[in-house]
C-alpha cells in the first residue's frame, strides 16, 4: 500500500517533469537543448548493440543496480566520440511522462571509421517504484565535428520486480492467524478441564462417610461392688465377667441379620 502510494506520487512527479523539461528545451543550452526530452537526431552509420549479462529475460528487480553492456561500431565513415550514456523509465502508455531519469554517465570514448568499442552502463530502479511493466529508454549521446547526435539503442518495455523476500508476509500472517485459533481452542479446552476437576473435588468433599454400627449396650456391674470388692478375687472375676459380656453384645450387634 505504501508503495503503491509513493508510486502514484512518482508518476505525478514525474509528469510535472515531463512539462517543466518540454519547456527548458525550448531554450538551447550547448549541444543538447535537453538530454531526454530534446534529442538529437541520431548518427547513420552506427551499429549499436546491447546486453544485459545478470537480466537477460529484461526483468529488474527494484533497488538493484543493473549493468548493461553497449556495443558500437563506427560505419558512418568519420570519427565520434561517445560523450555520454543515459536512460529513464517512462511510463508505457505515454513515453513523454518521466518516472525515473538514470545518472547521465561521461565516457568520452573516440571511435575512428571501422573501430569498435564495448561500454558499461549501469542504473537502478528506485526502491518504491511500483512492481509493474515499464518501459526502458538507454541512449547514447555521441559528437563530431558536424554537431551532436544522440542513438537510442534500447527502447522497449520491461518487466520490474520485487525483491524477493526470506520471509513471506502473506505465509507469516496466515501462521499468525493459525497461531492464534490454536490458542483459542487450548484455551478453552484449558477452561474445561478446569471446570471437570472442580467439580469432581466439590462431589468428593460432599460425600458423606459411612456409618459405623452403633456399640451394644454395656452390662452394669452390680451395685456395691465397685469399691469394696476392689482388689479382690471377685471384684476381677465380675470384671472379666462384664467384658466379655460386653464384647457379645459387640458382636451380636454388628453382625448381620439375615433375610426373612
Keep these: 500500500m505504501m508503495r503503491d502510494g509513493l508510486g502514484v506520487a512518482l508518476l ?112 537502478k530502479p528506485d526502491s518504491y517504484l511500483p512492481v509493474q511493466e515499464w518501459q526502458l529508454s538507454l541512449t547514447a549521446y555521441l559528437r563530431t565535428e558536424k554537431g551532436f547526435f544522440c542513438n537510442t539503442f534500447f527502447n522497449s518495455t520491461v518487466d520490474v520486480v520485487d525483491q524477493p523476500r526470506f520471509v513471506d508476509t502473506q505465509l507469516l500472517f496466515l501462521g499468525v492467524i493459525a497461531l492464534g485459533v490454536l490458542g483459542v481452542i487450548a484455551l478453552f479446552s484449558w477452561d474445561s478441564i478446569s471446570n471437570l476437576t472442580v467439580v469432581k473435588r466439590v462431589n468428593k468433599r460432599t460425600r458423606k462417610p459411612a456409618s459405623r454400627p452403633a456399640p ?19 471384684g476381677q472375676e465380675t470384671r472379666s465377667r462384664v467384658k466379655r459380656e460386653n464384647s457379645r453384645s459387640k458382636l451380636s450387634s454388628s453382625a448381620p441379620t439375615s433375610p426373612q
Excluded at 517543466?20 to 535537453?34: F, I, L, M, S, V
Excluded at 451394644?216 to 471377685?234: F, I, R
Design 12 to 123: 505525478l512527479s514525474a509528469i510535472f517533469t515531463g512539462f517543466t523539461a518540454a519547456e527548458e528545451a525550448q531554450t538551447p543550452a550547448g549541444g543538447y537543448r535537453h538530454w531526454l526530452t530534446d534529442l538529437a537526431p541520431p548518427l547513420s552509420g552506427v551499429d549499436s548493440q546491447h546486453w544485459f549479462p545478470d537480466n537477460p529475460g529484461s526483468r529488474f528487480t527494484v533497488g538493484e543496480a543493473v549493468d548493461v553492456v553497449i556495443g558500437l561500431h563506427n560505419s558512418a565513415g568519420e570519427v565520434f566520440n561517445v560523450t555520454h550514456i543515459a536512460g529513464s523509465i517512462n511510463a508505457p502508455q505515454a513515453f513523454q511522462y518521466y518516472v525515473q531519469n538514470f545518472t547521465f554517465q561521461p565516457y568520452n570514448s573516440q571511435l575512428k571509421p571501422g573501430e569498435q568499442a564495448s561500454l558499461q552502463y549501469t542504473f
Design 216 to 234: 451394644g449396650p454395656k452390662v452394669p456391674e452390680p451395685a456395691g461392688t465397685s469399691e469394696w470388692l476392689k482388689g479382690t478375687n471377685y
